[in-house]
């Protein structure tokens, strides 16, 4: 049975209750490294399950919705209440072929653009993180709300990777 959108933001928020989400963030691509460095590409492309997505798939999700966290928020810093479109990530993996991208490309561009994403954060006045958008499935979220939410994503999918990687990449 698949998660309610309420039950997928509250798993999300618990994996970073407590911690400072700006300081999860900036760590998560140092971890993946770490837990990646031995794996060889066949590793990195291997799914672990049937319906489970690889290293590789995991690195391709987290750059694209590493641009699509750096897009939302400036809409919103920008323009208060705007509308924020959420997109289907399995329909996003099919078409822009995350299986096949290149697993240390994927990392490299999400770390550039959540570094950028990090600087916008931090050279914007803190009343700003106030301002809201109002999400196609989630309804109003704040700026201070996606950085916690976001901060909760990388913590699932490293937490995935280290997962993987343990195994080699095996079931």
Known sequence: MAETVEQYVNRILGN?????????????AKKIEKAI?????KALRRRPGKDKWSIAEILAHLADAELVAGWRLRSILANNGTAIQGFDQEAWAQTFRYADREPKQSLKMFRVLRDNNLALL???PRQLWKNHGMHSER????VAH????FAGHDTNHVKQIEQIAKSGGKN
């Open 16 to 28: 970073v209750e407590g911690k400072d989400p700006l300081k999860v963030q900036k760590n998560t």
């Open 37 to 41: 460095s031995r794996l060889s590409k």
């Open 146 to 149: 996606i950085v916690r939410l």
């Open 139 to 142: 309804g109003k979220e704040t």
């Open 122 to 124: 931090e050279s914007v």
